[in-house]
């Protein structure tokens, strides 16, 4: 009896591609390489980028502020956790949750939500943390994970200062003078500058972000049905590098000029401020962590709901296509 030995079938490319897009190999990437989100992806990066910066939030409600004569020594925010999520996820979804973390978890279920005011905060934090995870290209790169973090305080607290200064100068403010000082101003700001570089930026912010980046990249990822960050790959969400973006900048800056102003001019519009902690206690902090809880576990299951849908759909017509390819 004799065999007939042949070549083997060889797939064509477009049967490969497709075979591997239903594996997950090419699932998320659009034209020019660029990775496309789908809804529930951007909303599980948004919303927990918005709990984790809450909680560590809610952790420095417990840590005492220390006062060196009129500079305070204390922890602005751990840096290291938003710059983490900017790192690893898209820049532009991650940056938009963070800073609304602390405004919900933090302000408003605390009773201490200052208005129209605090969106001086939002804008500010928003763009140091777009800025910074759009700069990190290669997740392991312990050079641009340093850039990144001293980006994110730099960014907010120059901005920071810069709103004090303008307060001073227009007058709305009084200025917090050392005696005999009268630049004393300038020097204060300086000195809360560098404080909190060197403790937000790289006590919590650079040293354990250059260990804690490099050690979930390509593992946390696929827990939310993501690709990993691949370094150089172009990412849906990061600043362009174009003179559109800093205009654009140059002008969240100075919005939250004015709604600082507004604070100043007693214009506190929405403000809420029972200050349940002063009055319950910090076991009353309890309840915003319950709160995160329940918003990052219910935004999970309906995102991994949506995504499940759309890998059925998604599939469904890759085999319509494989069906009706085979037919002719």
């Known amino acids: 009896m004799s065999l007939h030995?042949?070549?083997?079938?060889?797939?064509?490319?477009?049967?490969?591609?497709?075979?591997a897009a239903r594996r997950g190999a090419l699932r998320g990437t659009g034209p020019g390489g660029l990775r496309e989100l789908a809804p529930p992806?951007?909303?599980?990066?948004?919303?927990?980028?918005?709990?984790?910066?809450?909680?560590?939030?809610?952790?420095?409600?417990?840590?005492?502020?220390?006062?060196?004569?009129?500079?305070?020594?204390?922890?602005?925010?751990?840096?290291?956790?938003?710059?983490?999520?900017?790192?690893?996820?898209?820049?532009?979804?991650?940056?938009l949750g963070a800073p609304l973390g602390e405004i919900v978890f933090t302000d408003l279920l605390m009773g201490d939500f200052s208005g129209l005011s605090e969106i001086e905060g939002f804008l500010?934090?928003?763009?140091?943390?777009y800025v910074a995870g759009s700069l990190i290209r290669n997740p392991r790169s312990r050079g641009q994970i340093w850039l990144g973090a001293l980006t994110v305080v730099v960014i907010d607290k120059v901005l920071s200062a810069l709103v004090d200064l303008s307060k001073v100068w227009v007058g709305v403010e009084d200025a917090e003078l050392v005696e005999g000082l009268p630049q004393s101003i300038l020097l204060l700001e300086g000195i809360g500058l560098g404080v909190d570089v060197i403790l937000s930026g790289i006590l919590f912010g650079a040293i354990?972000?250059?260990?804690?980046?490099?050690?979930?990249?390509?593992?946390?990822?696929?827990?939310?049905g993501l690709r990993p960050r691949v370094p150089g790959?172009?990412?849906?969400?990061?600043?362009?590098?174009?003179?559109?973006?800093?205009?654009?900048?140059?002008?969240?800056?100075?919005?939250?000029?004015?709604?600082?102003?507004?604070?100043a001019?007693?214009?506190?519009?929405?403000?809420?401020?029972?200050?349940?902690?002063?009055?319950?206690?910090?076991?009353?902090?309890?309840?915003?962590?319950?709160?995160?809880v329940v918003v990052g576990g219910a935004t999970f299951l309906v995102a991994r709901r949506g995504q499940a849908r759309d890998a059925a759909r998604r599939d469904g017509a890759d085999r319509a296509d494989d069906a009706a390819r085979d037919a002719r």
């Open 5 to 19: 030995t042949g070549s083997p079938a060889v797939p064509d490319d477009s049967t490969t591609e497709r075979t």
């Open 41 to 95: 992806q951007k909303l599980m990066v948004f919303v927990l980028s918005m709990s984790l910066f809450g909680l560590s939030n809610i952790l420095l409600e417990v840590v005492p502020d220390v006062s060196l004569g009129p500079v305070d020594v204390s922890v602005a925010y751990f840096v290291f956790v938003p710059l983490t999520m900017v790192a690893l996820f898209s820049p532009f979804w991650a940056a």
């Open 124 to 129: 500010q934090m928003f763009l140091a943390l």
């Open 208 to 224: 354990p972000a250059m260990w804690l980046i490099p050690a979930l990249h390509g593992r946390i990822e696929p827990m939310l």
């Open 233 to 263: 790959e172009p990412v849906q969400g990061t600043a362009p590098r174009s003179a559109w973006f800093v205009v654009v900048a140059l002008l969240l800056s100075v919005a939250s000029f004015v709604f600082a102003f507004l604070e």
């Open 265 to 292: 001019w007693d214009m506190s519009v929405g403000a809420f401020e029972p200050d349940f902690v002063g009055t319950y206690g910090d076991g009353f902090l309890w309840v915003s962590v319950a709160a995160l």
